[in-house]
């Protein structure tokens, strides 16, 4: 989660998968075939740490920004936007969908006590 200027960001955290990419492979074999570590150790450093990282922020999320509508009544504008794609990621429609339920359901209940 981040603060943002008129709300959150809410970012999916990346799924630990021990998968290896093509060219990780390909680097910790260059790597063990240069004597600077085993194939084994090489992988998985790859797989448990480097992986992770590499795409932590980049699984996406939902910005959610809160607008004070300029009516009589004060009015509140909740709007949500896809953010943090990266490229070739594919979008969590399922999550998204479970979030705004959630949201639109805490929303409701917040217009009935402040009415």
Known sequence: MRDTATGVALFFDPKPTGYVSAREEKDAKDSASDGSGSKSSGSSSKSSGGGGKSKAGREGGLEVAVDQAPTP???VRVRVKRTGYADG??????????????????LSRWAKIRA
């Not at 990621?89 to 805490?106: A, F, G, P, Q, T």
């Open 73 to 75: 009544a004060n009015e």
């Open 89 to 106: 990621v594919s979008v969590k429609e399922k999550s998204e969908e479970v979030i705004l339920r959630r949201l639109k359901d805490d």
